[in-house]
């Protein structure tokens, strides 16, 4: 099994940054794919930025391109979602998750975390 644990959510204005990360542990951690959705309340959950088992492919939904950055580090055993120049439309739960397949789809991740709160407000 894989868990996943997130942090560094939290309450910022319209246009700043905030760093999520993603501690993950088990042994097969390097071999997954690694996502992040989001679910604001009374939304459905939706994709947002997902990262390949060795970092060659990166996949943003449009809406938070040239924004948001995917990374991690499987050394380490971490994932991060640095975003920039936030908006209020992203406020949302944000969830991590290790899958296989497509990056993109939803069912293809298997393990999820708790999830963060980030609030975007003036």
């Known amino acids: 099994q894989v868990q996943l644990v997130e942090s560094g959510g939290g309450l910022v204005q319209p246009g700043d940054s905030l760093r999520l990360s993603c501690a993950a542990s088990?042994?097969?951690?390097?071999?997954?794919?690694m996502g992040w959705f989001r679910q604001a309340p009374g939304k459905e959950r939706e994709f947002v930025a997902a990262i390949s088992v060795s970092s060659y492919s990166t996949y943003n939904v449009d809406s938070v391109k040239g924004r948001f950055t995917i990374s991690r580090d499987n050394a380490k055993k971490m994932v991060w979602l640095q975003m920039n120049s936030l908006q209020p439309d992203d406020t949302a739960v944000y969830y991590c998750?290790?899958?296989?397949?497509?990056?993109?789809?939803?069912?293809?991740?298997?393990?999820w975390g708790q999830g963060t709160q980030v609030t975007v407000s003036s």
């Open positions: 088990g042994r097969t951690f390097n071999g997954y794919n």
């Open positions: 998750a290790a899958g296989l397949r497509q990056l993109a789809t939803m069912a293809s991740y298997l393990y």
